[in-house]
């Protein structure tokens, strides 16, 4: 059981060229996340899927497409980066009550995973 | 969406509790309060949930006063591992899709 995985772990682009980060879960979650973190920041949603086939606008989506294909996998594109993209990208995944657990100590608990360290120059 | 207000920093010394408050002054009926714990090049982490009055966990504690405006996290006899940014977010139930991470409060522990 792997949880949360991101792929890749680092990158570095140079401006105007695109790339897609793949965010995997294994645990049947129905919602997954793509949330950006700047330095001394707290994290920032860009967009959000409630199950498989949709996807959902954030706080700051503007410059990022996604998709879930898959119900397991969670895509956040950038078709033309640009240095404000620099960033810790991380990916995230949760229950529903429809989902695996009746807990209400649980119903807010999203799952991490390690993160992509992005670099636009 | 609830606005949440926290401490920017705290220091503290092992094996001291520490408690951190939030304020919540517009938290709505449905709203849960949720903290999650972060270590530096890492993902966030659940650390407790709850709704009203006090709820304990095997890492913290969470005390909810009556008119739910604000709440505490307790960390009893925190360790040099706990140094960690911690967050205080609220969202309605089954709503994890609407949780806003804040700028939260970045705890050290010094021996």
């Known amino acids: 059981n792997a949880g949360v995985t991101q792929t890749p772990k680092f990158r570095v682009l140079k401006t105007g060229q695109s790339m897609t980060l793949l965010c995997a879960q294994d645990?049947?979650?129905?919602?997954m996340y793509w949330y950006r973190q700047d330095p001394g920041m707290g994290l920032r949603l860009i967009h959000y899927s409630v199950g498989e086939g949709t996807t959902a606008k954030g706080e700051v989506p503007d410059g990022y497409n996604v998709s879930r294909l898959k119900k397991q996998n969670f895509l956040l594109g950038l078709e033309s980066a640009a240095p404000s993209q620099t960033s810790v990208y991380f990916c995230?995944?949760?229950?529903?009550?429809?989902?695996?657990?009746?807990?209400?100590?649980?119903?807010?608990?999203?799952?991490f995973g390690p993160g992509t360290r992005l670099t636009v120059l | 969406l609830a606005k949440t207000t926290q401490p920017i920093s705290m220091d503290s010394y092992e094996g001291q509790e520490v408690n951190i408050t939030c304020s919540h002054n517009?938290?709505?009926?449905?709203?849960?309060i949720t903290w999650y714990q972060q270590f530096p090049s890492q993902g966030p982490r659940f650390i407790i949930q709850?709704?009203?009055t006090k709820v304990t966990n095997e890492v913290a504690s969470l005390f909810i006063p009556a008119d739910r405006k604000s709440s505490t996290l307790s960390l009893p006899r925190v360790s040099l591992s706990d140094t960690a940014v911690y967050y205080c977010?609220?969202?309605?139930?089954?709503?994890?899709?609407?949780?806003?991470f804040g700028s939260g409060t970045r705890l050290l522990v010094r021996p």
């Open positions: 709850g709704y009203k």
């Open positions: 977010l609220v969202a309605p139930e089954d709503s994890s899709y609407k949780l806003i």
């Open positions: 517009n938290i709505a009926t449905n709203d849960y």
């Open positions: 645990m049947n979650h129905e919602y």
């Open positions: 995230a995944s949760s229950y529903t009550l429809a989902g695996a657990t009746l807990d209400p100590d649980l119903y807010n608990e999203q799952f």
